[in-house]
């Protein structure tokens, strides 16, 4: 049985590129870049630890995961591109060291290069099944783009409508990648579906996470300006449940100076806090991240293999959602 140590060194050293053709090397150049990056690989070993609760012969489906990987990396090249961001992960992003018709057409051949991993190496009669749970995710994503990008030119926000679009962008896909590792391992249809639930709600418990750290974590350990959300006039959950418990007059004075980012950013930010503290948004924001962790661990607690297998995604999800930066 691997770890998730241990599956992270695997894909490290599995996530070869040396097959993308050398000669074209102005469209596989940003491919073998951004793969390069230093990152968690956390959809792929989610996808390697669910195969393993049901068959500990990961060789097989070790490509699968590769391409789960490679999907991941394709929408964050296009996700750059739409945000115009210079850096990624501390490195200039794709777009901005190779150009942005070199970053898009790498994408599109990642993403090509993905499906033909899913067809090639799916388990004899489990194709169909594989691509339907991605097919589905993938098309969440995009959705959950879109949301994100209408949600700039939006004031007012629901939490509803935020759960929606951090599920669909962010959670999905975590959540297909345990179920395809289910599926492929073998499991039975309520395992797929509970581990599925599990990885939605770990999804959802993470983004909240994430947008609570960028206020309320320490600026050191998380590595990025503190209450940086605040001064992009992101539409995060602070942001959001601060709306719910405010009046009309309140919310119409919050939203002007939520959204002025012409002012002192650091001014801005104080009184933005002032406003969070008195409202008690650190509580609230944790209560609903505990809310979705509690639920992701309900579900995964349902699955029917043993807990000995199954502690290394309850130790995954404890470090994911507990983490500090």
Request: glycine residues 6%; hydrophobic residues 40%.
């Amino acid at each position: 049985m691997q770890t998730f140590s241990q599956f992270y060194n695997i894909l490290e050293n599995s996530l070869s590129i040396d097959n993308f053709h050398k000669e074209f090397d102005g469209l596989y150049g940003p491919v073998k870049y951004i793969l390069t990056l230093p990152a968690k690989r956390i959809r792929p070993i989610l996808f390697l630890l669910s195969h393993q609760l049901y068959n500990d012969d990961y060789e097989q489906v070790l490509p699968i995961a590769i391409g789960i990987e490679w999907f991941h990396n394709f929408t964050l090249m296009h996700d750059d591109i739409m945000d115009s961001a210079p850096l990624r992960r501390g490195f200039s992003t794709v777009h901005h060291k190779y150009g942005l018709n070199n970053a898009i057409l790498g994408g599109d051949v990642l993403l090509i290069y993905v499906y033909e991993n899913i067809r090639k190496y799916s388990p004899k009669g489990k194709l169909s099944d594989m691509l339907l749970c991605f097919n589905d995710a993938a098309i969440k994503v995009c959705e959950g783009q879109q949301k994100d990008i209408e949600f700039e030119q939006k004031i007012l926000v629901s939490f509803e409508e935020y759960e929606l679009m951090i599920s669909y962008k962010t959670a999905v896909l975590l959540a297909c990648s345990l179920k395809m590792g289910a599926l492929a391992g073998g499991a039975d249809n309520a395992d797929q579906n509970n581990l599925y639930s599990f990885g939605l709600n770990m999804g959802l418990a993470f983004q909240i996470q994430d947008d609570y750290l960028d206020i309320y974590g320490d600026e050191n350990k998380v590595g990025k300006q503190k209450a940086g959300d605040i001064i992009q006039a992101k539409k995060t959950a602070p942001y959001i449940l601060a709306l719910e418990k405010m009046t009309l007059k309140e919310k119409n004075d919050f939203v002007k100076l939520y959204i002025d980012k012409d002012n002192n950013p650091a001014d801005k930010v104080k009184k933005i806090l002032n406003l969070y503290n008195r409202l008690n948004i650190e509580e609230e924001v944790l209560s609903r991240k505990n809310k979705y962790q509690a639920l992701a661990m309900s579900s995964l607690e349902m699955v029917s293999a043993s807990d000995n297998l199954k502690q290394d995604l309850v130790n995954l999800s404890n470090q994911l959602l507990n983490r500090q930066a």
